[in-house]
C-alpha cells in the first residue's frame, strides 16, 4: 500500500539556500571532494556531503549534479528515490513564497500506488530539435559520439535516440522522483555510457577543442538527453506503461532574466554563439 512506501529526494548544492522543510528531502553537497568555489559561502553543517561511502564526488565538475545521483543510487534505500536542484523544484501550486509550494510527503503519497515515475513537466523548444539547440550551443561531437556507444553497447536503444533528438521537447534538468527498482535500471545503464564517453575523450579519439569550465560540464547534459532515450525505450519495449509516467509542475526559486535567456538563446541558433553562462531554463 502507499502509506508504506518511503521517498526520498535529494536536493543537489553547491552552496547554502534555502530547503524545503519535508522530511523526504536530503540536502546534498555536491561536488563536496572538489575545491569550493571562491565566491561562494560556506555550506550548511546540515547537509549531507556526496564524498562519502560508494561515490564519484571527483567528477563533480564535469558530471554537475550526477555526482549526487550516483550517491543517492549507492547510499540511499527507499522505495523511491529523486533528484531535484536547490534552485528548482517540483511545485503542485504557485505560491507568493515559493517555497511554500514546494512538493510534499503528503502530496506525492496518494500517487505512489499508481506512478512509477515522476517527471517535470516537458520543456518545450519550439524552433529547436534537442539535436539542433545541442549542435547550437554546445560541441555536438559529444552527442554524436554518445550514439556511436549506445550502438555498439545497447543497438536496440537506437530507434530510440533517433527519434527523441528530433523532437522538440523533452524532460529536462535531471529533475525525477522513481521507483528504486527503476532507479536502479536507469543508473546502471546511463554510468557505463558516460564512463565510456569519458574514457573515449580522455585517450582523445572523440576530437574537442579546449573546453571552458561551462562547457567542460557536458557529461551532466548528455545525461539530461539520453534520459529521454531511456525512458523511450523502456515505454516502446513494454517495461513501463504511459500511465505509470506522470508529469509534475516545477518552479525555479529565483527571478529570472528572461530576456536575456531569450536572446542567449536566439544567438546560438543564428549567429552560432555558444553558451558560455548558465541559462537555468534551457539546460541543467
Known amino acids: 500500500m502507499a502509506e508504506d512506501k518511503t521517498v526520498k529526494i535529494i536536493v543537489a548544492a553547491h552552496k547554502a539556500f534555502r530547503m524545503p522543510e519535508d522530511e523526504m528531502y536530503v540536502p546534498l553537497h555536491v561536488g ?20 562519502t561511502g560508494d561515490n564519484i564526488s571527483i567528477k563533480n565538475p564535469g558530471y554537475c549534479e550526477l555526482t549526487g545521483l550516483y ?11 529523486g533528484l531535484v536542484h ?10 507568493r513564497d515559493p517555497f511554500d509550494g514546494v512538493l510534499k510527503y503528503s502530496e506525492i503519497k496518494p500517487l505512489l500506488d499508481k506512478t512509477r515515475v515522476f517527471l517535470p513537466k516537458k520543456r518545450k523548444y519550439y524552433i ?37 533528438t528530433k523532437r522538440r521537447w523533452g524532460y529536462m534538468f535531471n529533475m525525477m522522483i522513481m521507483e528504486t527498482s527503476l532507479l536502479d535500471a536507469y543508473c546502471k545503464w546511463l554510468f557505463d555510457i558516460l564512463y565510456e564517453l569519458e574514457r573515449r ?5 572523440v576530437k574537442m577543442p579546449e573546453l571552458s569550465s561551462f562547457q567542460a560540464r557536458f557529461y551532466g547534459r548528455i545525461s539530461e538527453i539520453i534520459f529521454n532515450v531511456w525512458l523511450d ?52
Open 32 to 51: 563536496a571532494d572538489c575545491k569550493p568555489a571562491a565566491d561562494g559561502p560556506p555550506l550548511s553543517r546540515g547537509y549531507l556531503n556526496d564524498n
Open 71 to 81: 550517491w543517492a543510487w549507492k547510499n540511499l534505500e527507499s522505495d523511491y528515490i
Open 86 to 95: 536547490y534552485r528548482r523544484h517540483f511545485c503542485l501550486h504557485r505560491t
Open 128 to 164: 529547436e530539435t534537442i539535436y539542433s539547440h545541442y549542435k547550437h550551443t554546445h560541441y555536438i561531437t559529444q552527442l554524436d559520439a554518445t550514439r556511436g556507444i549506445i550502438a555498439e553497447r545497447c543497438p536496440e536503444y537506437i530507434p530510440s535516440f533517433d527519434r527523441i
Open 201 to 205: 575523450v580522455n585517450e582523445g579519439s
Open 233 to 284: 525505450y523502456c515505454i516502446s519495449s513494454g517495461k513501463l506503461k504511459k500511465d505509470e509516467i506522470r508529469e509534475l509542475p516545477w518552479r525555479f526559486m529565483e527571478k529570472q532574466n528572461l530576456f536575456k535567456k531569450a536572446l542567449n538563446f536566439l544567438k546560438a541558433k543564428y549567429l552560432g554563439i555558444r553558451y558560455e553562462v548558465k541559462i537555468d531554463t534551457l539546460i541543467g
